[in-house]
């Protein structure tokens, strides 16, 4: 199964959203539970939606865009340090590799240098404070784009590709809510073919 720009921004949208840890450095995220609602334009035309359960160790990201004149629909799904992404077509496929960020943790490393490694590859250096949908994100700024980060949840990121604009936006932000846990198991209905991790 050939690789996608669309499965890799799937992937590159919940890293964004991993890169975070408080007193334990094994919870990703800042809030035991929750449901952001994204737009997305650009390159793509569309929505998606993250479901995170115990502080983001058991997450997953939905994206449904148009891109072209193509109608894509995806999924990565976090299981501790384990990743799964696939899409809803007829080819039942998808990808497993480890989670970067478990990776990077089992190397020595926090979640600060993470965010360095990541957001570096892009060009983006941490630039402050920035308020938006009346929270306090943290700034990471490039001469390709921005991203605005609150407690590990992306809520808003833009980026020029090759000349191709993307741009994420959270419309709605749930915290400490249940989670259906159906939304965090692995398809019985998806043959994965295992990946190499990402290296940042």
């Keep these: 199964m050939k690789t996608s720009i669309f499965l890799f921004i799937v992937m590159v949208s919940f890293e964004l959203n991993s890169a975070y840890c ?115 994100c943290d700034l990471w700024k490039g001469n390709e784009g921005e991203a605005f980060i609150w407690k590990g949840i992306l809520l808003k990121f833009d980026l020029n590709m090759y000349g191709n604009a993307i741009h994420q936006e959270a419309t709605s932000i749930l915290i400490n809510v249940q989670i259906d846990p159906s939304l965090l198991k692995i398809p019985e209905d998806i043959e994965f073919m295992e990946m190499p991790g990402f290296v940042f």
């Design 22 to 136: 408080q007193r334990d450095e094994h919870k990703p995220y800042g809030m035991n539970s929750g449901i952001i609602e994204y737009k997305f334009s650009g390159m793509q035309e569309g929505m998606g939606t993250l479901h995170f359960d115990d502080y983001g160790l058991k997450a997953s990201m939905y994206m449904d865009v148009i891109e072209g004149d193509k109608h894509k629909r995806g999924y990565t799904l976090t299981l501790k340090e384990d990743q799964y992404m696939y899409d809803l077509g007829p080819s039942g496929e998808g990808f497993k590799m480890k989670n970067p960020f478990f990776s990077n943790l089992k190397e020595g490393g926090d979640a600060e240098t993470f965010l360095m490694k990541f957001y570096g590859n892009m060009g983006f250096e941490k630039a402050g404070k920035i308020i938006f949908l009346d929270r306090e």
